[in-house]
């Protein structure tokens, strides 16, 4: 569990997280939604440690993050796994270098054992034979897959996606939905999800968390989110047409 | 001010870049990746440009020494000078500042705006460590070693350039590469090369790790590397020659 207490961000005088409190459940695929600007990126940046918090408090199962030296914070790293947007698969590695690479870097497994490991999160990603390409040769949703694979190689207690479903097609997005979903699941993790995709929402939403100008303004389930009489929420959720209809009819 | 702001970030990037590596055995291996990239690559044009500049300082020397009273063997002579006092680690240092400075700026620049860099630091590795550290390392061990390359070539380079030219005997031109010669001059050139092996790896590393935005600038950032380098190898050459041999 990530408790997240009463943090704010602010850059060069803009506030841009104004005293955000919430809690990302174990087990849980804990999604956080909003528009562009609204500031779910810089939470999930301040959650992994890549920028520091002005105020506030984030604690991993009871552990103090934000305060903590590098040092420290190197620890419960080792316990994270994060997906970014664009994938971030080292360009000079292969798939299986890529996936080798945090084991190589944390563990004293055998090249055996490394493989053995290799094998078994590229089977769950469903890329069974990709070892030996490089990122370049890949396609977005298999670069996705790959990325995911690195994150649980080294079976993280908390999984971090940052828009897993950017630049996919609505069939690949699904997938990878799917994926992370049932990884969560498999491994008991705390995952948290950045996302605007409203497929996703409504299909892993386990926990919802709506940022609106900085501020935490909605937290509710995927089924709580379509009974909502929130008006800023509701524009948000149902601004297209097709929601909409989803709403109307269900 | 931004001058002061950007010193003090170097410093602070390579307080971060010279700690002790996370895993030996795989420094050693970006170590030998960064051999092969930044070093050994780069044996080609340093071959090229150093025959061609030894044979044209040898054929210049001879062109200019129309007094009877100048002994022809100073051709030889003059040519090793120049490429070991200059042309050697300065110049060919210039060159690779072009070629390995803005490779290491767009490669770590790269890195940086498609988070990789960011994918190392969450993952609890130092990225300054992992990614500066070697191609400092390999840039320190491995331009010596192409400079004394360049050095043999050049002179090498003056002395086929005599024999096909005619313009100096073969055997005046070796007397000449064979006189007044001062070993210290060789130590004075390697210590120049290690200092501008360092201004070239450790800025470019630096202009690469602190892009941000996109393309544009790593483009930009990787210019940069190039002309601040090149300006201060200039600098540390004359602050060097002053200290070493005047």
Known sequence: MIEVKNISKSFGGQQVLNGIETTFEKGKTNLIIGQSGSGKTVLMKCCIGLFDIDEGEINFDGRGFSGLGEKKKKDIRKEMGVLFQGGALFDSFNVEENVMFPLNMFTKMSLEEKRERVNDVLNRVNLPNAHKKLPSELSGGMIKRVAIARAISLRPQYLFCDEPNSGLDPKTAEVIDELISNLTEQFNMTTVINTHDMNSVLQIGQKISYLYKGNLWWEGSNTEIMHTDNEELNDFVFSTELTRRLKVKR | ?246
């Open chain 2, 1 to 246: 001010m931004k001058i002061i702001a950007e010193m003090g970030e170097y410093a602070m990037l390579m307080f971060q870049a010279f700690k002790r590596p996370d895993k030996g055995r795989v420094f050693r291996r970006q170590l030998m990746m960064d051999f092969q990239d930044l070093g050994a690559n780069s044996i080609g044009i340093v071959a090229i440009i150093s025959v061609f500049t030894g044979a044209i300082i040898a054929m210049q020397t001879a062109y200019n020494m129309d007094n009877p009273l100048l002994s022809l063997k100073l051709v030889g002579f003059s040519t090793r000078q120049m490429m070991i006092l200059e042309f050697s680690p300065t110049i060919i240092s210039l060159i690779l500042a072009g070629k390995v400075g803005s490779s290491i700026a767009s490669e770590i620049g790269t890195m940086r705006v498609t988070e990789q860099i960011d994918a190392l630091k969450v993952m609890g590795i130092n990225p300054a460590n992992y990614l500066i550290l070697p191609k400092i390392t390999a840039s320190v061990i491995y331009n010596p070693l192409l400079i004394i390359f360049s050095m043999f070539l050049g002179i090498g380079g003056g002395w086929l350039a005599c024999i096909v030219t005619g313009l100096v005997p073969s055997s005046v031109y070796i007397e000449g590469i064979q006189s007044w010669y001062d070993p210290f001059t060789i130590t004075y050139a390697l210590i120049k090369t290690v200092v501008f092996a360092f201004i070239i790896s450790s800025i470019s590393g630096f202009k690469g790790y602190t892009v941000s935005g996109g393309s544009v600038e790593v483009g930009r950032n990787s210019t940069q590397a190039v002309v601040y380098s090149s300006i201060l190898i200039i600098i540390f050459d004359l602050i060097l020659t002053q200290l070493l041999l005047v």
